[in-house]
């Protein structure tokens, strides 16, 4: 199955679309297997703080690009909250068919100048983008639990800097490690109805499978997951080795973790189909 874009999976998705974050190789291997399972389309993202951790862009991700070459079921590689244009112009080269460019920390027109930019740069490419108003939690800007992203504000950027869709605030934060967030069903359904692109939930880990279910009926389109993929990989691995201590041969617990990310996507992408 070739590498498609994600305009095509969201595009043809009855439902809602599991964007999964990549850290590692294993990450890439275990989401598409997952998915596979699954018999679903999905996407591989990688963040600014992934490729700060890797010390580059281009090593993660020429080897997710591979790993979704591979793939027997649809595959995209997005590239998430992207803050630096240099970061984003370079993913564009390197082949990525989709950025999230996070302007949301800018004042008002500085953020819509900047992404009507990266907008113009990336569509010039063949690029889809993704971009964020009224701020997810967990990031140490607007991230109070009441944060809430207005309709009409929506529908005013989305018209200003031409984005293919948007990251919205709706009750969820990033890197929960508990199940507990409170959506806002109700402005879930007011701003897919008002708005013109498809809606995209950051925090989602946060959010319980019944709560998912929601979101995607009201309107939600692309579900970002990473720390209860975390959670799940960090979980088994520390279970590996108190179950062998003496183990020295990383690919041993490494599989471990692998394992228990494929087994959490085979089961959110059936949440969200």
């Keep these: ?3 498609v874009g994600i305009a095509e999976i969201v595009s043809s998705a009855k439902a809602g ?30 963040s ?8 580059a862009l281009e090593p993660v991700a020429l080897a ?28 564009v080269a390197l082949g990525l068919g989709s950025v999230m460019f996070d302007a949301s920390a800018l004042p008002d027109a500085e ?22 108003l009224g701020e997810v939690g967990g990031k140490d800007g607007v991230h109070a639990p009441g944060a809430r992203t207005k309709p009409h504000e929506a529908v005013d950027y989305v018209a200003r800097t031409g984005v293919d869709a948007l990251a919205v605030a709706v009750g969820t934060s990033h890197a929960m490690t ?17 708005v013109p692109v498809p809606l995209v939930l950051h925090g989602s880990s946060g959010v319980s499978d019944d709560n998912l279910r929601d979101a995607v009926r009201h309107g939600m389109k692309k579900i970002n997951i990473a720390t209860h993929l975390n959670k799940a990989f960090t979980g088994a691995v520390r279970e590996y080795l108190a179950n ?27 949440v969200l189909s």
């Design 244 to 270: 062998d201590p003496k183990v020295v041969d990383s690919r041993k617990y490494l599989k471990a973790g692998r394992e228990a990310v494929a087994r959490e996507v085979t089961h959110l992408l059936g």
């Design 64 to 91: 997710t690009l591979a790993v979704a070459r591979r793939a027997a079921v649809p595959v995209a590689v997005h590239l998430d909250h992207a803050t630096d244009r240099a970061l984003v112009e370079e993913a």
């Design 178 to 194: 508990t199940k507990d967030a409170v959506l806002d069903l109700a402005l879930i359904a007011d701003l897919h109805a008002a």
């Design 48 to 55: 600014e703080n992934a490729v700060r951790y890797h010390g």
């Design 111 to 132: 953020n819509v100048a900047a992404t009507a930019q990266v907008v113009a740069h990336c569509h010039a490419h063949g690029v889809w983008v993704e971009a964020e």
């Design 17 to 46: 679309v599991g964007a999964f974050n990549v850290i590692q190789l294993e990450h890439a291997t275990a989401i598409v297997a997952g998915a596979e399972a699954a018999g679903a389309p999905v996407v591989l993202q990688i």
């Design 1 to 3: 199955m070739p590498l």
